[in-house]
């Protein structure tokens, strides 16, 4: 469907946790501001986060909406979140570190000139419908005019490359090409060690205690830099889950390639709930029914926490957004490990049980590539820089 380019537009966003934090979800809804039609809405869940990350989360994907779709319009953003006005509009400081990371992520996205405009709550019901019905699980994504933008991706098995360490990155990379035209390939990094790592503890997403990277951990960030490095050229963006953790690991990684570091929410951690900070015989000793049933079942989650389906939904939902923004380029996102082996069950169409049985070193690379034909194929999977020890 060709839509006409509007000369200025209106975004109404919104977001919300039940829990704080607590399951999340925000509403963006794109119209003409000159004729008041709905050019497209956005009704998506982030798992588990804050009142305030789920509202930035919905004027992001505004933003995002707003640039895909009416490039070159004039801005006006429409919340009822004082907060996110006032941070925006310049106003009040941001000093919570959770936030800045989003707040640059819509800083980048705004096109000069976009201004920013409280409102009360009852002038921002569209945007919260929206949120509520992807809380409720009514909806989850983007329509465009009342038609899906995103369409749903079926993936079928292709041969994998044997996960090695191989002598160069650029090796691995040469003659990736499907009949369709260039897949869009996902370089995933797992970020460095942090102390809870090398602890062996439950470390979840915004919600945890977000441990940074110990000296190690950098350090292996940074081998891992140098070995992408000489395909800086090829490399579209450098994508980071918000989480200290990859967010410090993206950093390092997004300075030798030469690239800004660009967020998506959705490659966060799981949330641990009240394991967080945690070893697993900590747990097994404290929770040990809990423990069990969450083994049992991907369906189960830890007391406040996510279950993996709910990761999954979320972990696929940001891969869209992905997908729609680097359609055919290569990116390199720096994840964790329950996101990068929820997107490898998926890409090779195993079940999300398949989790369990996988083992993701710290600072390893896994590459996915995903054709516009809908199939998905593993191309790397937990490798590691040469001459680096494995964890």
């Known amino acids: 469907m060709t839509l006409a380019r509007p000369a200025k537009v209106l975004i109404q966003a919104d977001g919300g946790s039940r829990g704080n934090p607590g399951p999340a979800a925000y509403g963006a809804v794109l119209t003409d501001a000159e004729t008041g039609e709905v050019i497209a809405e956005d009704g998506s869940t982030i798992g588990v986060a804050s009142n305030n990350v789920a509202e930035y989360s919905g004027l992001i994907a505004g ?58 709550r009852e002038q921002n019901k569209h945007a919260d419908r929206l949120a509520n019905e992807a809380l409720d699980g009514t909806r989850n994504g983007v329509t465009i005019a009342g038609e899906s933008l995103i369409e749903e991706i079926e993936t079928e098995v292709e041969p994998a490359v044997e996960p090695q360490k191989p002598a160069s990155m650029q090796s691995q990379m040469r003659g990736w090409s499907g009949p369709g035209g260039p897949p869009t390939t996902v370089v995933l990094v797992r970020h460095g060690v942090t102390p809870h790592t090398l602890e062996k503890r439950f470390s979840g997403g915004l919600a945890s205690a977000n441990p940074g990277l110990s000296d190690e951990g950098r350090a292996q960030i940074r ?169």
């Open 223 to 391: 081998a891992v830099a140098d070995w992408l490095g000489p395909l800086a050229e090829r490399v579209d963006a450098v994508v980071a889950s918000p989480v200290r953790r990859t967010l410090e690991s993206a950093e390092i990684l997004a300075e030798a390639l030469g690239r800004p570091v660009e967020v998506e929410p959705g490659f966060a951690e799981m949330e641990f709930g009240v394991w967080d900070g945690m070893t697993f015989g900590e747990v097994g000793e404290k929770y040990p029914a809990e423990l069990k049933s969450w083994l049992g079942s991907v369906d189960n989650a830890p007391e406040g926490g996510e279950s993996f389906t709910t990761v999954q939904e979320r972990v696929l939902a940001g891969l869209g957004r992905l997908q729609e923004t680097h359609t055919g380029k290569t990116v390199v996102v720096v994840s964790h490990v329950t996101p990068i082996k929820t997107l490898v069950a998926n890409a090779v169409d195993a079940p999300l049980e398949a989790v369990f049985r996988m083992e993701l070193t710290p600072a390893s690379v896994t590459v996915l590539s995903y054709y516009d034909d809908g199939r998905a194929s593993m191309r790397m999977y937990n490798a590691l820089p040469p001459g680096s020890a494995v964890f």
């Open 63 to 120: 933003l995002r909406l707003a640039a895909e779709l009416a490039p070159g319009a004039e801005v006006e953003v429409r919340m009822d979140s004082k907060l996110v006005v006032e941070q925006m509009s310049g106003n009040w400081k941001i000093k919570h570190p959770s936030m800045k990371p989003l707040a640059a992520e819509a800083a980048r996205l705004a096109p000069a000139g976009t201004t920013y405009t409280w409102v009360p």
